[in-house]
T-cell receptor
């Protein structure tokens, strides 16, 4: 019972590099979300998807892009990483109003 | 514009006593509220929730109270145990929008 799986778990990027974070869920949930957690800021919504092929902006979308080509996968892309994107990223899938989270990706941009 | 606020970054409680974590919200469209618990290096996990049609929900040692007129909810943990030491996030949603908005979190430490 994997639930929500995020890869990678850790990554260090140089400013200007690009990368993609992968979120996979095996619960057949329609709704998937990307959050970032920063000290004193809680969890802030970056982008979300209400179904395969759909995406929408959250509170802090700038600098990120997402894609939901398959229902079970939600990808978060950073085209040109900046130090301000140093954070812990959490993916979640939602059934009803309960969110199931992955273990997080700790990203450092130097 | 913080729609969900947890004004206490940290709370320290003696083992066996009651822990009370508070949360305020500003959006009157929110109709469902949840508490999540997070240990270091793990994702948040669901703890307890309450619908806006209720003012109290209880699950074992955990009780959530909702005061809609004050736009305030609280989580009570009785008795507090060392394993309760974690960061607690309050979250709110408008079920029609299917988005969860989180507070900043409160770090709870239970002292032996």
């Amino acid at each position: 019972n994997a639930g929500v799986t995020q890869t990678p778990k850790f990554r260090v990027l140089k400013t200007g590099q690009s990368m993609t974070l992968l979120c996979a869920q095996d619960m057949n949930h329609e709704y998937m979300y990307w959050y970032r957690q920063d000290p004193g800021m809680g969890l802030r919504l970056i982008h979300y998807s209400v179904g395969e092929g759909t995406t929408a902006k959250g509170e802090v979308p700038d600098g990120y892009n997402v894609s939901r080509l398959k229902k079970q996968n939600f990808l978060l892309g950073l085209e040109s990483a900046a130090p301000s994107q140093t954070s812990v990223y959490f993916c979640a899938s939602i059934q009803g109003t309960e969110a199931f989270f992955g273990q997080g990706t700790r990203l450092t941009v130097v | 514009d913080q729609q969900v606020k947890q004004n206490s970054p940290s709370l320290s409680v003696q083992e066996g006593r009651i822990s009370i974590l508070n949360c305020d919200y500003t959006n009157s469209m929110f109709d469902y509220f949840l508490w999540y618990k997070k240990y270091p290096a793990e994702g948040p996990t669901f703890l307890i929730s309450i619908s806006s049609i209720k003012d109290k929900n209880e699950d074992g040692r955990f009780t959530v109270f909702l005061n809609k007129s004050a736009k305030h909810l609280s989580l009570h943990i009785v008795p507090s145990q060392p394993g309760d030491s974690a960061v607690y996030f309050c979250a709110a949603s408008n079920q029609g929008a299917q988005k969860l908005v989180f507070g900043q979190g409160t770090r709870l430490t239970i002292n032996p």
